[in-house]
């Protein structure tokens, strides 16, 4: 959303300009975009300082931390339909939460979550 992504879906990028919408970032996110940029696996056309600031500073969205709960939820998932953590982790965040999670991943469906393309 803050690259503007062609991958954003309208209703996504409606949703993201739509002040009356809450928006949360994962702590799990912030790591693995760190994670990405520091292998070079990812370009943010910014200081990875500079992005959270953004994010954070200028309450483009809320910080969702990693809870307990969180963790439990995580634990407690039976199949394993996604290789990646970050991603798994996700899915607990919004399992657990109650919440719909923005992605173009389609194999995250198989956990039953509310997914934004």
Known sequence: MVADSPRLSS???RMAGDPAVTKLVSIASLW???????LKKLELGMEFGAFTELIGGQRL???LPVTPAHVKRLADMDDMHHRD???RMLV???LAENLA???ADTSLDAYGIRRLS
């Open 32 to 38: 693995e975009i760190a994670v990405k940029v520091r």
């Open 92 to 94: 607990a965040q919004a």
């Open 11 to 13: 209703v996504s990028r």
């Open 101 to 103: 999670l923005v992605s």
């Open 61 to 63: 969205a809320e910080l």
């Open 85 to 87: 953590p970050f991603d």
